[in-house]
C-alpha cells in the first residue's frame, strides 16, 4: 500500500478526533478525564461529552478501519494487531519485500489476512532406488570403466532410453539384465568394482536424465537399427523409428 494513502487517511481521522475534549468543569474534572481520553486537551467552545467524544472516536475508528482494511486487502498487505498503551500504530506489512512501516499516532486496531509463513524448502527425493543407483554404476563400469566421461554418460544415456522405451523392460535392473543385451553381465566385467567417476556419472543421469534422445538404444561397435546418431572412438549409438 502506498504510504501517503495511509497518513492521509490516518491525518483525517485525526482532525475529526480533535473536536474531543474533556468534560466541562461541572461534568468532573478536566485533568482526569483527559488522562482517560489519552491526554485530548479542552479546546474551548468546541468541547463535547465524554460519551459524545467516545462516540466520535469509535465512529472515526470504524470509517479508517473498514478504508484502511478495503485498501490494505487490494493491494495485498497485512495490517497486523499492534496497539498497546494508548493511541496505537498500525503497522503494515508488504506481502513480497516483508518490509513492515508504521503510520501515524492515532489508528485503531485493524485486523486482515495474515501472511502464511514460507515453508521451509524440502530437498525434493530421489526418484531413484540405491539398487537403480548400484547396477547403472556396474553397468558403466562394465562397459566402460576407464572411458572418458562423456563416454561413460553415453552408456547410461541408452539404459536409461531404453527404460523409458516400450520395447524394453520399464526397470534399469530388467534393462541391463535382459537376455543377450549386454556382454559385461555374462562376461564378468559387470562385477568389477566401479570407479569413483563410474558411481559419479551413475548418479548424475539418475538425476539429470538421459543426454541423448529418447530413440537411441542401441550403444554397440556396429550399426544397428535405423541408423547411427552418435558415433565414437568406442561405440556407435543408434536409433530406432
Avoid at 475508528?61 to 478504508?67: C, D, H, I, P, S
Avoid at 478495503?70 to 506489512?93: D, F, K, M, N, T
Avoid at 520399464?170 to 539384465?177: L, P, Y
Avoid at 538421459?210 to 568406442?234: D, E, H, K, M
Wanted: aromatic share 10%.
Amino acid at each position: 500500500m502506498k504510504r501517503d494513502k495511509i497518513v492521509k487517511m490516518v491525518m483525517s481521522a485525526a482532525v475529526m478526533a480533535s473536536v474531543v475534549a474533556v468534560p466541562t468543569a461541572a461534568e468532573g474534572s478536566g485533568e482526569d478525564m483527559g488522562a482517560d481520553l489519552g491526554g485530548l486537551t479542552d479546546i474551548g467552545e468546541e468541547a463535547v461529552s465524554v460519551e459524545a467524544g467516545q462516540q466520535i472516536l469509535q465512529a472515526v475508528g470504524q470509517t479508517l478501519e473498514k478504508a484502511v482494511r478495503e485498501q490494505a486487502l487490494e493491494e495485498g498487505y497485512w495490517v497486523q494487531r499492534s496497539i498497546s498503551e494508548g493511541p496505537g500504530a498500525a503497522r503494515w506489512q508488504n506481502r513480497n519485500t516483508q518490509e513492515a512501516e508504521e503510520y501515524g499516532s492515532h489508528c485503531v486496531e485493524l485486523v486482515g489476512e495474515p501472511i502464511p509463513e514460507e515453508e521451509e524448502s524440502q530437498e525434493a527425493m530421489p526418484s531413484y532406488t540405491e539398487e537403480d543407483l548400484y547396477i547403472l554404476a556396474h553397468a558403466i563400469c562394465g562397459e566402460g570403466q576407464c572411458y572418458p566421461d562423456e563416454e561413460q554418460l553415453y552408456i547410461g544415456s541408452v539404459i536409461l532410453n531404453r527404460r523409458d522405451h516400450g520395447a524394453y523392460p520399464d526397470s534399469i535392473k530388467g534393462v541391463v539384465f535382459q537376455r543377450g543385451q549386454y556382454a559385461c553381465t555374462w562376461d564378468g566385467n559387470y562385477y568389477r568394482e566401479p570407479t569413483e567417476a563410474n558411481w559419479r556419472n551413475a548418479k548424475w543421469l539418475l538425476e539429470n536424465g538421459s543426454i541423448l534422445p529418447g530413440n537411441v538404444v542401441y550403444q554397440a561397435g556396429f550399426r544397428q537399427g535405423n541408423g547411427v546418431y552418435l558415433q565414437t572412438r568406442y561405440h556407435k549409438y543408434c536409433y530406432r523409428s
